[in-house]
């Protein structure tokens, strides 16, 4: 089993003006996958808050995959990427490259996403889009593989060489 955390990235949801939808969303997603979500937090769009969030629940060692839903677009406060990076010790291009892949068979404007991932210790930390729809999408592309990546950051032995029917890459 594995322990996530999921980190809402929203000045409105922080100020209690619009109730966080991504999240919990996010959260059941997860749940339902076989994940035991063991902290849910809202922080607003500022970078150094931001990243405080990342470092505090990365560096808990309780948590094993960190989601992040909003703050992924062009908007001039839209900086998780930003912070995503900056606490990151090693990226991972390929599951941000994944899900824009698969939410480009949805819609055109999926290129317009600016999400990261990367590593911090032991933690895989995953941006998702603000949307509860397209966070819903962009995490459901990827879980297949997480699991095995999560097994090897871990340093259990994993077995590299194994495919998935779900696999198209």
Do not use: W
Not at 22 to 51: H, R, S, W
């Amino acid at each position: 089993m594995y322990y996530a955390a999921v980190l809402t990235v929203s000045d409105r949801s922080f100020q209690g003006e619009r109730p966080d939808t991504g999240g919990p969303l996010v959260a059941e997603t997860l749940k339902n996958a076989g994940y035991d979500v063991v902290k849910t937090a809202v922080v607003p769009d500022e970078q150094p808050l931001i990243e405080e969030a990342l470092r505090t629940i990365a560096d808990s060692g309780d948590v094993h995959l960190l989601a992040t839903t909003g703050g992924t677009g062009f908007a001039p406060r839209d900086v998780t990427p930003e912070a995503t990076i900056a606490v990151c010790d090693r990226l991972t291009p390929g599951i941000p490259e994944a899900m824009r892949y698969a939410s480009l068979q949805i819609t055109p404007r999926a290129m317009l996403s600016r999400a990261q991932a990367g590593i911090r210790g032991k933690t895989l930390i995953v941006n998702l889009p603000g949307s509860p729809k397209a966070a819903r999408e962009n995490l459901e592309a990827v879980l297949p593989a997480l699991a095995h990546g999560l097994e090897m950051l871990s340093g259990r032995p994993a077995d590299c060489a194994g495919t998935s029917s779900q696999s198209t890459l």
